[in-house]
């Protein structure tokens, strides 16, 4: 979801720092969007 929106900006700057943070903090929040959405027990 998120990763296709920002996925192909972010390997525009593959040396960058704050890339690689932008791309771990969007990995974290599909997860937290995946675990959310996942139906009660």
Do not use: C, N, W, Y
Request: net charge positive; glycine share 8%.
């Amino acid at each position: 979801m998120l990763s296709g929106a920002i996925g192909p900006r972010l390997a525009l700057f593959l040396m960058s720092v704050r890339a690689g943070h932008l791309s771990d903090q969007t990995e974290a929040i599909e997860s937290t969007l995946a675990l959310a959405a996942r139906p009660p027990r």
